[in-house]
């Protein structure tokens, strides 16, 4: 319930929470659902968001976070572009007295406390459970398994987390080679070419690895036009789970995908008005995600939102 | 046969006609500041134009370097890179131990000795300025990943306290020190435009380079002097953003080269060169700040609105920055 | 001097000589990396190679260089091409996705039609800006640059469309007589382009305005006019680019969509030889100067470039690139060898005031 | 006369450009206090040993010597430090900076690094004042005319203390007064010692004031002659290569009646056509085959009178009638549509489009007129530009290269090519024979005449009262922006008279016939 008096920025004590949101921008899919998420939950939970669009740029968080600040806005919530720099502005947040949830990328601050939490997946586990899931496949491989990765934006980082944990899962077996790995930028139309070349520089690929579907469904436009069958001649691994992609697993073309949910939105909603109470919540909250392989892909499809 | 003297020349009004694209920015921009202001009631608190500086500070530094380039006709795309590759290298030295001073030192030197190389290409290779910078642009990105593809944190002591220093009134109304760096670099800048004899040569080959070479200027010197000075700035810049930031991160600063731009020609400076003050850049890259200012205000846009507004308002301004300058011609 | 020593000297003063060179050489590089580099086989009918790879690739480029080309040559310049890129594809694929029967070709046709409407338009704004109240072209095609990627955006509603639509793929990925009808796309542009320009008097009357617009506007030239025009053109190239990279991939993605490719295309032309400051433009340049990026980015991947390397292997490149076609590095180069002290450079280039 | 050494020499100076040798082994030199005049023809190689001897290109072969010295200048910076300062053809200056700027830039006074402003603005008025001008320093040079650019050149020219002073073509653009004005600072020079090298057309400028004469032919050296000695014709039998008979036939042509051209209606006619801040306004009928000079002082407006028929700049108001019936003239594409041509005094900024070769700036207004989807056939195209770089003798006779690599003459002659091509029945020239050697010159008078006799209407502008009267079958006088009086050329009409129209500016109750 709320007693709403409205009028221009967020004053304090008129029950009804603002909160000022930073979204990294809108690069994919992905984002613009885990936006989507954040709206709708603000809006069903009676927070007034205040929603800024840095447009992939640091600096342009900052300037959000300082103006929110101005603004006297009740919580900050943020996905940071990066993980460093940010103890300046969120000093300035916690001497204003606003507290700081972040979400979906977190920060390297070495004080915790400019922070009360962080809400996202675990992009190294998810690298990790895609990892896994090949080693369990190719247990009784002999031969050496040829593996190719389609990377995200360099430094971004998902790309280097996912790929960081799917090479530390796949070091369990010696026979897991990564013979190629480019950056694929996160879109289909990098997916795709990189593959191509990817299939022309090497005659035996067995496993793609792909950081996001974006890049695996453009990669499979590759491996057919090369005259293969994804997902039987090539077993392709990706993260995410959006609609596509999981189309793509339920027909068979993608073998396995490790899910990255993008609705924060309701947890977010509820950890701030715990916040905003004066509540204790744990420093680190992980989304509930989860796997899928072809099977359950064709039974989670129907009520797929995004 | 005699002649009289001549009296020629139009003396009509005396003090605007260069200045007008500057006052006109001037002017549209207190209105803007009026709009915010009278939209949003926290919009009018004294910090809130504090922080338009202390979060552009870098920006501003790096638009001054821009202009003595854009003066000269040319144009340097690499100020981005350069600024993201000097708060890598400050921020992977700082983590491998070295002291700030020297760190400092190396970071300052390196944006500078790019742009000299750029300046040389440009000069004796006669090679396009967009091409040149263009390659440096991709060197110094690769440069930054190079380096290391995650960001780095800094967590020196001197870093730290130039990043949260606050100079003013702490619990109040504050400004950085990286702001009065950039004042310091705005009025050198100024000085050096109006009053040296580089600044000069920088307007001259702006209007004519041809010309200016017959007239005996040191056409190259003074080139290749521009692309230092810009790289200078865009290595100042890289240290004020490690400090905004206390970090390096490999990504930073893409696409900064057209924010840069764009302030400097809102500025009232002219692409072609020749024409321009650093006070009209200062102008511009105000501008650049209230519009993201006003949006985060806002705070009601998604995010492909929020670019259209950007891009709306950008339109606004400089249409109406051009009908007023019409207007007084 | 003998008959073959002029012949070669005219040959090396050709234009194209250099960029044409240099993209050989990339090309050897390759194959001598990779031998099947330029291996083509014969598949289902359909030629594969990477050669033909970099070909159908560097369509989309081809596309916007073509019309880029025209608008530097004017002395102006157009950043908003990559966001046009975005917009037609976004439409072209939203509408397509709303069809009951997406297969059809009518609908695909209408589809193609309105969003090439809607490109020309915002060319044509881009135009009124430049040309009519002469804005500069930088900052003109900027407010385009960011609010088109808002705009794609907002046709997607930010998400990802995806659509099954036979004609529209066959844009993209689609073979003729053996090759990608891509490569046809391109080339039939490229044609369309160069007779469009210098079978009319427009080629001409272009490098004329961009060469000094002042002295043009006295000869009676109607530059404004001629400068609207070519950002319309600009705008159409970037349109067919943009539904050529959407095929590809058989989705719009409003903001991945020709990212950057503005700035591709600008290397291009200049790596072509048409200057940046206006005037004489060289279409054949242009498509060597995307051939030559096209061919840089595949060598990338081919070679198995680490990511953290490969931008600065791009920045050696397009240097040595320019280096080599910049008449002042060889006339040193050449005088190094002959042992004569450098001479002066000049900038024999009298600067013509373009407007802003 | 000087028996001095000479203070520079050149010796076997070559010079080739891509498929032009410019130079071929010339020699030169110049002593102290001596006004040296380097003749020859349009493309000559005048321009190129100037450049060559400045160090803006470097020879192909050949010595240069200055004070004995042997130097090789990299550019106009060293020269300039050597003590040879130099007014380029064409005026090359910055039009965005302002006066005082342009004169002092690069040697500005200055304290600690700081440049003086106050004190730039006084020297620049004080060296102006030497001039007999008055400008406002602080304005940018590109509001003022072709021609006060030009004396602002030559004030910063003679402002460097320089030990060789070189003026190529500075009195183009100048008229008497001010070409008065510099001759007397040229002697004053040459008596304190200055070397000075002076580039012109004008044979009687020559005579007036070198006391040596090297002539050019086709880059190579003619010879070099003290100017006492060398009788005016025979200089120019040496310039041409060839006998001269051109002046005959033009004289017969001016002074003829008028009263039948003027019957039937005016081909343009003008009412209370003007601009402010420009000029003001005026009436000025032009019948079909009329040649009408314009005469008047530097900055008179004269320009701005032919800016204004042409639509180059707009008017504030008045009527225009064409063919008697009202029409508009508000713009270049207008004007050339109801047959008007106009060849600007400023070549390279208004005139040539410098990328482009001869041919496309030949047929470049001809193509405008028709519109970019009716391209000109290319044999048409040939065929005209064949013929107009014949009849103008134009060099070289490749239509194909870059109208830039044209010399100064040259490219003038393009210009006037370009708009004979469009056979326009009013022709407006502004200074056509500025830098145009005295063979072309007599055959631009020559065509002028000729096209008048053909039907056309020419509107006439030039500094040189003489060429104005030889001409005109009328004379509009411009003083201080307005038209002041409009004269039939008849026997009693003079130069003196016309100077004394222009002094007094009384002379209203002729004007508006
Ligand atoms: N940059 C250049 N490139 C190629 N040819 C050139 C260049 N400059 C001059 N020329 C050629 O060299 C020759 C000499 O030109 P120059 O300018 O010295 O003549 P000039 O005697 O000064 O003539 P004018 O009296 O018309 O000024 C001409 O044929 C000209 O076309
Ligand atoms: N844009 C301008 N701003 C200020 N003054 C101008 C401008 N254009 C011309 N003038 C002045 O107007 C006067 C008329 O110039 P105009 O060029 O018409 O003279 P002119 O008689 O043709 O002389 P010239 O022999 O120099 O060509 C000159 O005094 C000139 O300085
Ligand atoms: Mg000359
Ligand atoms: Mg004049």
């Known amino acids: ?306 | 046969m005699t002649t009289g003297s001549l009296t020629a020349g139009r003396t009509r009004f005396r003090l605007p006609r260069k200045q007008i694209p500057v006052l006109a920015t001037l002017a549209l921009l207190l209105v803007m500041y009026a709009i915010g202001v009278s939209q949003y009631t926290a919009f009018s608190n004294v910090q809130v134009i504090f922080n338009v500086f202390i979060d552009n500070g870098f920006l501003l530094v790096v638009a001054v370097g821009m202009t003595f380039v854009i003066l000269t006709g040319g144009i340097d795309l690499s100020v981005g890179s350069v600024v993201a590759m000097t708060a890598m290298v400050s921020a992977a030295l700082l983590q491998d131990g070295m002291p700030a001073p020297l760190v400092l030192v190396i970071a300052l030197l390196i944006g500078p000795t790019l742009g000299l190389l750029m300046g040389c290409a440009i000069h004796f290779f006669e090679i396009q300025p967009f091409i040149v910078t263009l390659a440096g642009m991709f060197f110094a990105r690769g440069m930054c990943t190079f380096i290391s593809g995650a960001s780095i944190p800094i967590t020196d002591g001197f870093w730290t306290r130039m990043s949260q220093e606050r100079i003013g009134n702490p619990q109040g109304n504050f400004v950085s020190i990286s702001v009065l760096i950039a004042f310091v670099v705005v009025c050198i800048a100024a000085y050096t435009l109006a009053y040296t004899r580089l600044g000069r040569n920088v307007y001259a080959i702006g209007g004519n380079p041809q010309s200016a070479l017959l007239m005996g200027l040191p056409v190259g010197r003074t080139r290749i002097a521009v692309y230092t000075i810009s790289g200078l700035c865009s290595a100042i810049g890289g240290i004020l953003l490690s400090f905004y930031t206390l970090s390096g991160a490999p990504l930073i600063a893409v696409g900064m080269e057209l924010d840069v731009i764009a302030a400097v020609v809102i500025g009232g400076t002219v692409l072609t060169g020749g024409a321009g003050y650093v006070f009209g850049t200062v102008l511009g890259v105000l501008v650049l700040g209230v519009i993201q200012t006003l949006i985060t205000f806002d705070g009601s846009l998604s995010s492909w609105w929020t670019k259209i507004v950007i891009g709306g308002l950008l339109f606004a301004f400089i249409l109406l920055q051009r009908l007023i300058g019409i207007r007084y011609k | 001097m003998n008959d073959t020593t002029s012949r070669y000297r005219t040959m090396i003063g050709h234009r194209l000589f250099w960029p044409a060179a240099v993209l050989f050489v990339m090309l050897a590089a390759n194959t001598i990396y990779r031998p099947g580099f330029l291996s083509i086989e014969l598949k289902d009918g359909h030629l594969y190679g990477t050669p033909i790879d970099i070909l159908r690739l560097s369509a989309p480029l081809i596309l916007v260089a073509l019309g880029m080309t025209l608008v530097i040559s004017t002395g102006g310049i157009d950043l908003s091409v990559g966001s046009l890129c975005a917009i037609s594809g976004a439409i072209a694929c939203m509408y397509i996705s709303k069809q009951p029967d997406q297969n059809s070709l009518g609908v695909v046709l209408t589809a193609l039609a309105m969003a090439m409407g809607i490109a020309l338009v915002l060319g044509a704004w881009n135009g009124v800006l430049v040309a009519v109240i002469g804005i500069q072209p930088i900052i003109a095609t900027l407010i385009l640059m960011v609010a088109g990627r808002g705009l794609a955006q907002l046709i997607t509603q930010g998400q990802i469309i995806t659509i099954n639509s036979e004609p529209f793929r066959a844009i993209g990925l689609g073979h003729l007589l053996t090759l990608p009808l891509a490569i046809f796309i391109a080339l039939a542009a490229a044609l369309l382009v160069a007779a469009f320009t210098r079978r009319t008097a427009l080629g001409m009357i272009v490098e004329s305005v961009g060469g000094n617009a002042e002295a043009s506007r006295l000869a009676g030239i109607r530059s404004g006019r001629v400068v609207f025009l070519t950002y319309v053109l600009s705008a159409g190239c970037a349109a067919i680019a943009g539904f050529m990279m959407t095929a590809n991939v058989s989705s719009a993605d409003g903001n991945a969509v020709g990212l950057w490719v503005e700035l591709d295309a600008i290397l291009a032309v200049v790596i072509g030889g048409t200057s940046l400051a206006g005037g004489r433009f060289f279409l054949g340049g242009t498509i060597i100067g995307a051939l030559i990026i096209q061919t840089l980015t595949t060598t990338v991947y081919a070679m198995d470039i680490s990511p953290q390397t490969s931008l600065l292997f791009k920045a050696v490149v397009v240097i040595a690139v320019c280096l080599i076609q910049a008449p002042a590095f060889r006339a040193r180069f050449r005088r190094r060898r002959r042992n004569v002290p450098p001479p002066a450079t000049i900038a024999d280039k009298p600067k013509e005031q373009v407007p802003a | 006369m000087t028996d001095s050494r000479p203070v520079l020499t050149m010796t076997g100076i070559s010079k080739s450009f891509p498929g032009v040798r410019a130079l071929h082994d010339v020699n030169f030199r110049l002593f102290p206090g001596e006004v040296h005049a380097l003749m020859g023809e349009n493309g000559a190689g005048k321009s190129t040993l100037i450049k060559v001897l400045t160090g803006v290109y470097d020879t192909d072969g050949g010595a240069i010597t200055l004070d004995g010295e042997p130097v090789s200048f990299t550019g106009p910076m060293q020269a300039t430090a050597a003590g040879v300062s130099t007014v380029f053809q064409e005026v090359n200056l910055c039009t965005n900076l302002s006066v005082a700027e342009n004169i002092f830039i690069g040697r500005e006074p200055r304290v600690f690094g700081a440049v003086r402003w106050g004190e730039v603005r006084r020297r620049a008025r004080a060296l102006l004042a030497r001039l007999d001008l008055d400008l406002d320093v602080s304005a940018p040079l590109g509001s003022y005319s072709l021609a006060i650019q030009q004396m602002v050149a030559i004030a910063r020219a003679i402002d460097i203390k320089a030990r060789v002073l070189i003026l190529d073509e500075p009195t183009s653009s100048l008229d008497a007064g001010e070409v008065a004005q510099l001759f007397r600072i040229m002697r004053q020079l040459r008596d304190e010692g200055i070397a000075i090298l002076f580039v012109t057309h004008f044979l009687d400028q020559v005579y007036e004031i070198a006391d040596r004469i090297t002539v050019l032919r086709n880059g190579g050296l003619v010879g070099e002659y003290l100017t006492t000695e060398l009788p005016q014709l025979s200089l120019v039998e040496r310039m041409i290569g060839k006998e001269l008979d051109v002046l005959e036939g033009i004289e017969e042509h001016s002074r003829r009646d008028l009263t039948a051209l003027e019957e039937g209606t005016p081909l343009v006619a003008v009412s209370n056509f003007g601009r402010s801040g420009a000029v003001e306004p005026f009436s000025l009928t032009i019948h079909s085959g009329e040649v009408v000079g314009l005469a008047g002082l530097l900055g008179s407006g004269r320009t701005e009178v032919a800016r204004l028929l042409f639509g180059a700049d707009r008017a504030d108001g008045g009527e225009v009638a064409v063919d008697g019936t009202a029409s508009s003239l508000r713009t270049p594409a207008q004007a050339i549509d109801h047959g008007v041509g106009f060849c600007s005094e400023n070549r390279r900024a208004e005139g040539i489009v410098a990328d482009l070769s001869v041919r496309e700036n030949m047929i470049l207004a001809m193509q405008a007129a028709r519109g970019w989807l009716r391209p000109i056939p290319r044999r048409r195209q040939d065929e005209l530009v064949d013929k107009y770089v014949k009849a103008l003798n134009i060099r070289p006779a490749d239509p194909e290269v870059p109208v830039r690599n044209l010399s100064g003459g040259n490219q003038q002659k393009v210009l006037l090519a370009r708009w004979l091509i469009t056979e326009p029945r009013l022709l407006i020239l502004d200074e056509p024979t500025r830098g145009i050697d005295i063979g072309a010159k007599t055959e631009i008078q020559k065509l002028v005449a000729q096209l008048s006799d053909g039907g056309m209407a020419v509107l006439f502008i030039s500094a040189e009262l003489e060429e104005v009267l030889r001409l005109s079958h009328k004379v509009a006088v411009m003083r201080d922006r307005q038209m002041v009086a409009q004269l039939a050329n008849d026997e009693s009409l003079d130069a003196d008279r016309i100077m004394q129209t222009i002094a007094s500016g009384s002379h209203r109750e002729e004007a508006d016939r």
């Open chain 1, 1 to 306: 319930g709320n007693s709403d008096t409205g009028g221009g920025g967020g004053t304090k004590d008129d029950g009804k929470i603002t909160m000022g949101f930073s979204q990294v921008g809108a690069e994919s899919g992905w984002r613009t659902a885990n936006t989507t998420s954040i709206k709708e939950s603000a809006a069903a939970a009676g927070v007034e968001l205040k929603f800024d669009d840095a447009q992939q740029k640091q600096e342009n968080q900052i300037k959000a976070i300082r103006n929110y600040i101005q603004q006297k806005v009740d919580v900050i919530a943020f996905s940071p572009v990066v993980e460093s720099g940010w103890d300046t502005v969120l000093k300035e947040a916690k001497d204003a007295k606003i507290p700081v949830i972040l979400t979906d990328r977190s920060v390297d601050s070495a004080d915790k406390t400019l922070y009360k939490t962080f809400l996202g997946s675990d992009f190294v586990k998810e690298g990790k459970l895609a990892g896994e899931w090949l080693v369990e496949q190719k247990k009784s491989a002999t031969g050496t398994v040829n593996i190719v990765e389609l990377q995200g934006n360099t430094g971004a980082a998902p790309a280097n987390d996912r790929k960081k944990g799917f090479g530390e899962a796949i070091a369990a077996n010696p026979n897991l080679k990564i013979i190629a790995s480019q950056p694929g930028d996160f879109t289909r139309a990098g997916g795709k070419q990189v593959m191509e070349q990817f299939l022309k520089a090497n005659p035996k690929i067995d496993v793609l690895f792909a950081h996001n579907d974006d890049m695996g469904l453009g990669a499979i436009e590759a491996i057919t036009a090369a005259g293969k069958v994804p997902g039987k001649d090539i077993t392709i691994i990706t993260v995410d789970a959006v609609k596509d992609g999981m189309q793509a697993l339920a027909d068979g073309k993608f073998n396995f995908i490790a899910e990255c949910s993008p609705l924060l939105g309701p947890q977010l909603m509820d950890l701030a008005k715990k916040v905003h109470a004066g509540e204790e919540v744990p420093p680190r909250i992980e989304t509930e995600e989860t796997t899928f392989t072809t099977e359950q892909a064709k039974e989670a499809l129907p009520n797929r939102k995004y």
